[in-house]
């Protein structure tokens, strides 16, 4: 075995040269591996007892793509384009060996090989557009030359990876190994192939498969209809269709060319750096500085819920689906009956479309027990607590958990605003008292916020960020305050967007500035589907803002057909004249000059108070880092990931300009909207969040 370099490593096994690529995780492709793998393919050529060449890789996966976090800096070489310009003046059969992941650079090195052989386990595929690029390494070139274009294209546009037998079907791989012997199936095949006088198969070379789509150019246009619904707002798509096009129209090297370029355009844009910046922070935000690897966790095999309303069921969804059995307590036989009937109503309508079968909603529906005896709660080792937002009554219910269930176990609350430290000194092992803040609905919003109280034990917050990935939620540390991260901020984008429709704007106005800017709904919206009626009160109510008097109407949202829009029967949402004279009404009653509110001032009245919120969320240490700020945005508020988040949002339009726009705002419309001082002092510095 001869060291290459550090990465990798060329050995020669009865006539077959075998580099092995080892670079710990992922085997990304850095500027070391890139390197090894050139000079280790030119030192096997150069060997005349060597008749083919196996690339193969050590640990978990095959290579895992480009190295991500090289992108944007100065080029280092050789660059991957030499790379595989080396593999295809190869002479000698080059054969990839492929398991884990064959991903992005590292799928496009295997098609730049003669042939290929994974084992079943194995998973390939050009995700790069998930990153905001597009495969730039002949990708787009070679794969629908290899197995077709609308295969290609599919993968190449969702970025999802296929199995091995998949690629086996569509001809991306000549040869499925057994597990663990995937070296010795490489290497007979290496065999067989100098044995038989095979050809080298360049995929460049082939043809047959593009031929056909240029009989068929409405594929084309067929999929650019549909990815437009899809990636709205989106970029990276386009230009990946159009290389795919490309490789139908144009020679080889004129595709290869014009991907280089595509590539390049896209590596530097402002999405791709948001979705890069999103990649990495999805991988640092289950990461507690103080809180080790190896912290020791505890075992979470059944759950019991308290509450079967809405968020109660959605919350208990998520453990069933994970194989946990969960026991919900509620206080009257109805509120039970209904909220059982739901969870199985919500399963059957999912296998009614297909999505699941009736025998995994029996299985789902076979962990769920439902009481009204607190005590059948003794022997569960985490309780969440989902009762309505009451201090006084959690407190009590907290008390009593604490009696009632077995030592050792977690005691959350799902609480969207209340303070955990509270909650947690009514009883008597606050260390073990945390909040799991899921969000609506809870069954199907990622987001989960671990609220870290100031007794919150270590091991409890190292089992909640593992459960958490057990139910395929992403977890999010953060401190007790109100609202925590998430509402915290999304209070400031409420309370400006209800001021601008008294100065000029009208609901739909500010609705489509931020639909149009790449959030699924605005403010108003939003709150015709929640409901305009939660928290309001007949009895109370005294016309005291517009919300008020629209539920005073019966116009209380989208479940009365009427809220600040008007609905039909298929829920579609029409712009209101009665909104609009009572929006008119108040202002006038107050005293309200209006004016004309351009849509620049919507998007920054309403955005940048979030950014400043965030900064403040920071200077208190609420939460970890900035990156964190925006999982939470992108998991819990459909925030679009080509934005990266609001922090990063707030970076790309630059701290100084949202400082100077927040420092104008502050004086007209009043001390809410003063900036931060983290904001002020980064803005100075000309730093950013991710050095606060
Ligand atoms: C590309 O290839 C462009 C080319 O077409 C053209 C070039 C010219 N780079 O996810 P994990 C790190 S674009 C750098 O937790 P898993 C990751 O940050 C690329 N770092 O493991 C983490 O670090 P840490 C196309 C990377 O087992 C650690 O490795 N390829 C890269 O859950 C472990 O990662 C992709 O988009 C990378 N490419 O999942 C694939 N990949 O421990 C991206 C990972 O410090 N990668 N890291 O937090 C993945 O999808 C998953 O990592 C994978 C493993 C499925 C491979």
Redesign the pocket.
């Known amino acids: 075995m001869t060291a290459i370099n550090s990465v990798v490593d060329l050995s020669l096994h009865d006539g077959v040269a075998v580099l092995t690529l080892n670079s710990p ?2 085997n ?2 850095s500027a070391a591996l890139r390197a090894g793998l050139d000079e280790g393919l030119k030192t096997a050529y150069a060997d005349a007892n060597a008749k083919a060449v196996v690339i193969i890789c050590a640990g ?2 095959f290579i ?6 090289e992108f944007g800096k100065p080029p280092q070489f050789p ?3 030499d790379v595989l310009d080396t593999m295809e003046a190869s002479q000698k059969p080059i054969i990839a060996a492929i398991h884990g ?1 064959a ?4 799928f ?1 090195v295997a098609l730049t090989a003669h042939y290929r052989v994974a084992v079943p386990s194995a998973k390939l595929g ?3 557009i ?2 905001g ?1 597009l ?3 002949g ?1 787009t070139q070679r794969l629908p030359r290899l197995i077709g274009v609308k295969p290609a294209l599919d993968a190449i546009l969702s970025g999802t990876p296929f199995s091995a037998r998949q690629a086996l079907d569509w001809g991306a791989i000549d040869a499925l190994a057994e597990e663990g012997k995937l070296l010795d199936a490489a290497l007979d095949l290496a065999r067989s192939i100098i044995s038989d006088g095979k050809p080298l198969r360049r995929v460049k070379d082939m043809a047959d498969k593009i031929a056909a789509a240029r009989s068929n150019p409405s594929l084309f246009d067929a999929a650019r209809k549909d990815y437009a619904r899809k990636y709205r707002g989106f970029e990276a798509w386009k230009l990946a269709l159009q290389s795919v096009e490309n490789a139908v129209k144009l020679p080889f090297e004129e595709g290869i060319a014009a991907e280089r370029d595509l ?1 390049m355009q896209l590596v530097s844009s402002t999405q791709s750096k948001a979705q890069r910046h999103v ?2 922070a999805e ?2 935000v289950s990461k507690i500085p103080d809180v080790p690897d190896d912290t020791p966790v505890l075992p979470i095999e059944k759950v019991g819920v308290l509450g079967a309303g809405t968020m109660g069921g959605g919350i208990s969804m998520n453990f069933l689906n994970a194989g946990i059995s969960v026991t919900i307590v509620e206080t009257r036989q109805e509120a039970l009956d209904r909220g059982l009937s739901t969870i199985r109503r919500n399963y059957e309508n999912t296998a009614a479309k297909g999505r699941m079968s009736m025998a995994d909603v029996e299985k789902r529906m076979s962990l769920l027990s439902g009481t009204l005896a607190f005590e059948a709660l003794a022997d569960c080792d985490l309780v969440i607590e989902a009762v309505f937002e009451n201090m006084e009554l959690k407190k009590e219910i907290f008390k009593k958990l604490d009696a009632t269930v077995k030592q050792g176990a977690i005691l959350a609350s799902n609480t969207s605003y209340l303070d955990i430290d509270e909650i947690a000194a009514s009883t008597r092992r606050p260390d073990h008292v945390l909040g799991l803040h899921f969000f609506s609905p809870a069954n199907v919003m990622r987001l989960l916020e671990i609220v870290r109280g100031a007794k919150t034990a270590k091991p409890v917050l190292a089992t909640a960020m593992q459960l958490a990935k057990k139910i395929g939620k992403v977890g999010v540390l953060v401190g007790v305050c109100h609202g925590f991260v998430g509402n915290r901020m999304l209070e400031q984008r409420q309370r400006e967007a209800n001021k601008l429709i008294l100065e000029g704007a009208m609901p739909w106005d500010v609705d489509r500035v931020l639909y149009d800017f790449g959030l699924p709904m605005g403010p108003f919206a939003m709150s015709d589907l929640a409901g305009l009626d939660i928290g309001w009160s007949k009895e109370k109510s005294s016309s005291s803002t517009v919300r008020e008097i629209l539920c005073e109407r019966d116009r209380r949202g989208q479940k009365t057909g009427r809220g600040f829009y008007d609905y039909d029967e298929n829920r579609k949402a029409t712009p209101s004249a009665e909104v609009e004279a009572i929006i008119l009404d108040f202002a006038r009653a107050r005293g309200i000059e209006r004016r004309v509110i351009s849509d620049d001032e919507i998007l920054e009245r309403t955005i940048y108070p979030m950014i400043n919120e965030g900064a403040k969320i920071l200077e208190e240490g609420k939460a970890q880092r900035s990156s964190d700020i925006d999982i939470v945005w992108i998991n819990g508020y459909g925030w679009p990931v080509y934005r990266g988040g609001p922090m990063f949002y707030g970076e790309t339009v630059g701290l100084d300009k949202v400082l100077a726009r927040l420092k104008d705002f502050e004086v007209r419309f009043g001390p809410q909207l003063k900036p931060a001082a983290l904001l002020e002092r980064l803005a100075s510095e000309g730093k950013g969040f991710a050095s606060a």
């Open positions: 995780p992922v990304a492709l978990r996966t895992a793509g480009a190295d991500i976090s660059m991957l384009g992941t991903l992005g650079g590292g496009e050009l995700p790069e998930k990153l690029l495969p730039g390494a990708g590539f990649f990495f991988r640092q």
